[in-house]
Nanobody, 122 residues
Framework: QVQLVESGGGLVQAGGSLRLSCAAS????????MGWFRQAPGKEREFVAA????????YYADSVQGRFTISRDNAKNTGYLQMNGLKPEDTAVYYC???????????????WGQGTQVTVSS
């Protein structure tokens, strides 16, 4: 079992930055790949970024490539999503997830956090 708690969401102007954190419980955090997903009102949950267990390999949706950076610190049981150059279309609830294998679709993760709201004003 892994419990995930996101933080760091908020309101930011277009062009600004936010850093989301995902704190994981348990001492097996390093055995799970991590993913970030988001869901805007009236839309389906979509993949944002993922990182493998060691942090050596990362994956991004085309819409965030070059603007967002996913990372993790296994010693701190924490994952991160650095978001730069935010756009109004990035507005959504952001969820972190954990899975034995790198999750790139919403059907894959075994564990989810409760989500954190990110709102980007124009």
């Amino acid at each position: 079992q892994v419990q995930l708690v996101e933080s760091g969401g908020g309101l930011v102007q277009a062009g600004g930055s936010l850093r989301l954190s995902c704190a994981a419980s348990g001492r097996t955090f390093g055995t799970y790949a991590m993913g970030w997903f988001r869901q805007a009102p009236g839309k389906e949950r979509e993949f944002v970024a993922a990182i493998d267990r060691s942090g050596a390999n990362t994956y991004y949706a085309d819409s965030v490539q070059g603007r967002f950076t996913i990372s993790r610190d296994n010693a701190k049981n924490t994952g991160y999503l650095q978001m730069n150059g935010l756009k109004p279309e990035d507005t959504a609830v952001y969820y972190c997830s954990a899975n034995r294998y790198v999750p790139t679709t919403p059907a894959q993760p075994a564990y989810w956090g409760q989500g954190t709201q990110v709102t980007v004003s124009s």
